[in-house]
């Protein structure tokens, strides 16, 4: 199954979760909080990872709109080697897309 361009606030699951591992990382390292940051890897794509997203769109001059579409996550492969399909794709598992000009996708490895 194709991966899906876009995982918007909303967005639940397994890939969902391996975004906000991620995001965690990130606000660690930014902040020297490895806790309190406000990111919580519970596999919802909610208010804190969507605002933490949108200070690293900002900080790389990219549209601050929280989302992780293509060239947000293109810009994530090239400044941190992070590549949220394949790390998604190792996690397994299905997630809930949010979309933000349709209904959710619905995607699983192997299907």
Request: charged share 15%; glycine share 16%.
């Amino acid at each position: 199954m194709e991966f899906p361009r876009y995982m918007e606030k909303g967005s639940h699951g397994a890939a969902a979760n391996v975004l906000l591992g991620f995001l965690s990382s990130w606000a660690a390292v930014q902040t020297g909080l490895v806790w309190g940051h406000g990111i919580t890897c519970d596999g919802l794509y909610g208010a804190a990872g969507a605002s933490l997203m949108m200070d690293i769109q900002r900080a790389h001059g990219l549209e601050p709109d929280g989302g992780c579409g293509p060239a947000t996550r293109q810009m994530l492969n090239d400044e941190y080697g992070f590549d949220l399909e394949t790390e998604a794709r190792a996690a397994g598992g299905t997630t809930y897309f949010f979309q933000p000009d349709g209904p959710p996708v619905i995607w699983s490895v192997g299907v």
